[in-house]
Structures are given as C-alpha cells and as structure tokens.
C-alpha cells in the first residue's frame, strides 16, 4: 500500500508498506487511530492514538486536530462487503497532500505553537552567541 508519510520538523514522504494492522503501527509508532478529514472520505490520516500522552513534538494539523508525532494518509475505499478499507493513495492525492499540509507546527518560546510554511527549519543561535570575526589585516 503506497502511504504519505509526514514526521515532525521533516518534508513527507511516499512510503509503500504492507496492508495489515502491524506494517500501520509500525509507521505511527504504537496503536492506531484514524482522523477524517476528507469530505467524500477517500482518504484518511492514522496517527498514534497515545500522541498527546507519549510526548511526542506537534505535526500537523489535519482537519481541525493538532496531530503530534509521526502520522500517514492513505486512500479510503469501500470493498466489496460495503466496509471502509485502506488503499494505495493516488499520484493525485499525493501532490494534494503535499500542498494541503505544506506547514508544519513549531514551539516557539514565549509564543507558543506556531504553525509555519517552512519544512526544512535551520536552528539559528541567537546573535549574543555568535563571537566576533577577527578583522584581516590588509597590506598593499
């Protein structure tokens, strides 16, 4: 199954796993829980269901949940018995979802939670630290 995988403070990336219930938690790291945030439902977001009890750094917001920890979309289906199933995400849905959850959330202290278009923050030491350069000595 061709999954989108999103980790925090990372890009997201297309991942193929097994289609059984271990492979899934495996991604999420623990137990499963899905998030609808589709409106026709085919797609689903599954995250660790303990996410805000096992400390786990802010995501993404997906839908109108703040998710915390590693988290993945995959398609949404019908079968054949009329039950909702996991499936392979599209090329489609793939470059929607790029876009759609193009922000991740950082911590910023004395702020709080903050959500920013940038997935690949660089830590940036506060001016105090940086030493002076030595100036160089020109001759002519």
């Known amino acids: 199954m061709r999954i989108f995988v999103?980790?925090?403070?990372?890009?997201?990336?297309?991942?193929?796993?097994?289609?059984?219930?271990?492979?899934?938690?495996?991604?999420?790291?623990?137990s499963i829980e899905p998030i609808y945030f589709e409106p026709k439902q085919d797609a689903i977001c599954w995250c660790n269901d303990e996410f805000l009890l096992n400390g786990s750094k802010p995501n993404r917001i997906i839908g109108n949940t703040l998710v915390h920890?590693?988290?993945?979309?995959?398609?949404?289906?019908?079968?054949?018995?009329?039950?909702?199933?996991?499936?392979?995400l599209t090329d489609e849905q793939i470059e929607k979802y790029k876009q759609q959850f193009d922000h991740i959330i950082v911590d910023l202290p004395g702020i709080g939670l903050v959500a920013v278009r940038e997935t690949r923050p660089e830590?940036?030491?506060?001016?105090?630290?940086?030493?002076?350069?030595?100036?160089?000595?020109?001759?002519?």
């Open 69 to 88: 920890g590693t988290f993945y979309i995959s398609g949404n289906y019908r079968n054949e018995y009329g039950e909702w199933d996991s499936c392979s």
């Open 6 to 30: 999103f980790e925090p403070l990372k890009e997201p990336y297309v991942k193929d796993i097994e289609d059984d219930i271990h492979a899934m938690q495996e991604v999420v790291g623990g």
């Open 123 to 140: 830590v940036i030491q506060p001016l105090e630290e940086y030493e002076e350069e030595p100036e160089i000595e020109q001759t002519m």
